[in-house]
């Protein structure tokens, strides 16, 4: 089991930053690769990064390459993600995500979620 607090949000103006962070509980943070989904009102739940489980390896919705980065502290059992360059399109509800295999850009892949932290950009 693995319970996941995400911190870090709030309102900020474009072209501005925020860094997001996702603590875990357990012993076993790192045997999960994680991820940071994000739900705007009305539409579906997206991906946005990922990293591996040794923080080698990490992808990207094409919509955040290049502003975002996502990084992890296995030793603080803690995973953030660096926004840079925000824009009001990001403005969602942004939740981190644990998964032991499968997709890294599904969310039905994850097995874990926190309650999610709320990013407004505002224009």
């Known amino acids: 089991q693995v319970q996941l607090v995400e911190s870090g949000g709030g309102l900020v103006q474009a072209g501005g930053s925020l860094r997001l962070s996702c603590a875990a509980s357990?012993?076993?943070?790192?045997?999960?690769?994680m991820g940071w989904f994000r739900q705007a009102p009305g539409k579906e739940r997206e991906f946005v990064a990922a990293?591996?489980?040794?923080?080698?390896?990490?992808y990207y919705a094409d919509s955040v390459k290049g502003r975002f980065t996502i990084s992890r502290d296995n030793a603080n059992n803690t995973v953030y993600l660096q926004m840079n360059s925000l824009k009001p399109e990001d403005t969602a509800v942004y939740y981190c995500?644990?998964?032991?295999?499968?997709?890294?850009?599904?969310?039905?892949?994850?097995?874990?979620w926190g309650q999610g932290t709320q990013v407004t950009v505002s224009s």
């Open positions: 990293i591996s489980r040794s923080g080698g390896s990490t």
């Open positions: 357990g012993r076993t943070f790192s045997t999960y690769a």
């Open positions: 995500a644990a998964r032991r295999r499968g997709s890294y850009y599904s969310p039905s892949e994850y097995d874990y």
